[in-house]
């Protein structure tokens, strides 16, 4: 052990030393080539990739890529500026436009990544005397979120939930209940959730939020990162599996400007957040979409895109593209679904339990973050990548393996995986 270090680098040996005996220490995996069903990890050569949000198969999809080499001909490197001082490029306007079509939303806004696009939201949407009630089990962005608003404007209220729990004890009926008792809750209240419960693959019952939502005037915001290009006929995400989408939606056929009217109508949530580094194209970046108002008072006093760059033009070029492809092919949809469905077979059929659900997220519960991590080894050694996720990103005792699946396999290739898990 070295001696002269400086007390705080004392201090994170020792919290890494103690990952490392518990098992828990995270290793990071090289990937020496594109991300695809079958990945090349060095020390391992090709495996089949069971672990990455690449659900429709477009991260290396060749026009997605070429999108990308496109943008950077065009528009160069990098925009060398926040947003608002001379870093919004046509891109950003096009992919915006697209989002927000695609969401059936007024307007949308993009961020480097839809933690910060939370980050944003918040902070910058709420005020003293408002509510924020949130599910238990939202990504670590919206607890973070929240956090940050609460402590930048004091007077902010806060309430958890348990996990789509909406009436009883603990509920989000008890917590709007108990604020229409609560004197210090004078403004907006806003119900804030994951669409797709990342580590569960469970999904909100957003039917009947929204009708709580009515009945105690408050806000629905849903952060769909694992539900778009996933959930609903089309891929736009949970609120389309449930038909929240009044009449009839063609994205290929709406425009901005025929959505500016009746788009709220349609849409039956208020905003969305999510990202476009999972199924809508996997490079980076993340969006809120929502009215116009929500949108514009982002750009103007959101401290994430006041004081932060823009996300890359050959990024953006990308995304855009892989909604493109999203809208133009919906059939994508339908192969993910079916994959998941034939996976879930078969692994059931191995003898493991699985937790039921619509979504491309297919969690194996093993308890223990070590063996969690032990079986990951393993499956890798047999040429299966698939991550086995612990505390601190799950509950103590809730460790598991998760598999995700993808557009682009192939039935081989769920074979495949079904047989290395058997072998553990
Ligand atoms: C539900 C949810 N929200 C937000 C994020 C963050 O997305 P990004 O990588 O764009 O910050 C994730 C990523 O894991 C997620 O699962």
């Known amino acids: 052990m070295p001696t002269n270090l400086l007390p705080a680098e004392a201090r994170a040996d020792s919290i890494l030393a103690s990952l490392e005996q518990s098992g828990q220490y995270k290793h990071l995996r090289m990937i020496e080539g594109p991300m695809g069903p079958v990945v090349k990890i060095r020390g391992y050569g090709d495996c089949l990739c069971f672990c990455s949000n690449n659900y429709l198969g477009l991260a290396n999809h060749p026009e997605v890529v070429e999108a990308g080499i496109r943008g950077l001909r065009e528009f160069g490197a990098g925009t060398a500026s926040v947003r608002f001082i001379c870093g919004t490029f046509a891109p950003h306007e096009a992919l915006e436009a697209r989002i927000a079509s695609y969401m059936g939303t007024e307007s ?65 009926r008890a917590a709007l209940e108990a604020a229409r008792a609560n004197p210090d809750v004078t403004g907006q209240i806003w119900v804030v959730t994951d669409g797709v419960f990342s580590m569960e693959g469970s999904i909100a019952d957003l039917p009947a939020m929204r009708r709580l939502c009515d009945e105690f005037n408050a806000l629905l915001v849903v952060d769909d990162s694992h539900g778009h290009g996933v959930m609903g006929e089309t891929g736009r995400g949970t609120h389309e599996h449930f038909g929240m989408i009044d009449g009839a939606f063609d994205p290929l056929k709406s425009t901005l400007s025929n959505l500016m009217s009746d788009s709220l109508r349609r849409n039956r949530v208020d905003l969305f957040t999510g990202t476009l580094g999972k199924a809508l194209g996997g490079g980076a970046g993340g969006f809120v979409a929502a009215s116009r108002r929500f949108i514009d008072l982002l750009i103007q006093r959101g401290r994430p895109t006041l004081f932060s760059n ?43 339990s699985v937790l039921e659900s619509p979504t491309a997220i297919m969690p194996i519960i093993v308890h223990d973050t070590a063996k969690a991590i032990a079986m990951s080894k393993r499956l890798l050694e047999l040429g299966v990548f698939v991550i086995g996720f612990g505390y601190p990103v799950v509950p103590e005792g809730h460790a598991r393996l998760r598999i995700q699946m993808s557009a682009a396999h192939t039935t081989q290739h769920i074979d495949t995986l079904v047989d290395a898990l058997k072998k553990l």
């Open 108 to 172: 949308a806004y993009t961020f480097v990544s839809a933690w910060t696009a939370a980050e944003a939201l918040f902070p910058t949407l709420c005020e003293p005397g408002d509510l924020i009630i949130s599910d238990e089990l939202n990504h670590a962005c919206i607890i973070d979120a929240i956090r940050l608003a609460t402590t930048i404007k004091k007077g902010i209220n806060k309430a958890v939930y348990r996990n789509n729990l909406l009436e009883g004890p603990n509920s989000l």
């Open 310 to 352: 823009a996300l890359p033009v050959t990024v953006a070029c990308s995304a855009a593209k892989a909604i493109e492809i999203l809208s133009a092919r919906p059939e994508l949809v339908k192969t993910l679904r079916s994959n998941v469905q034939y996976a879930r077979q078969k692994i059931k059929a191995a003898g493991f």
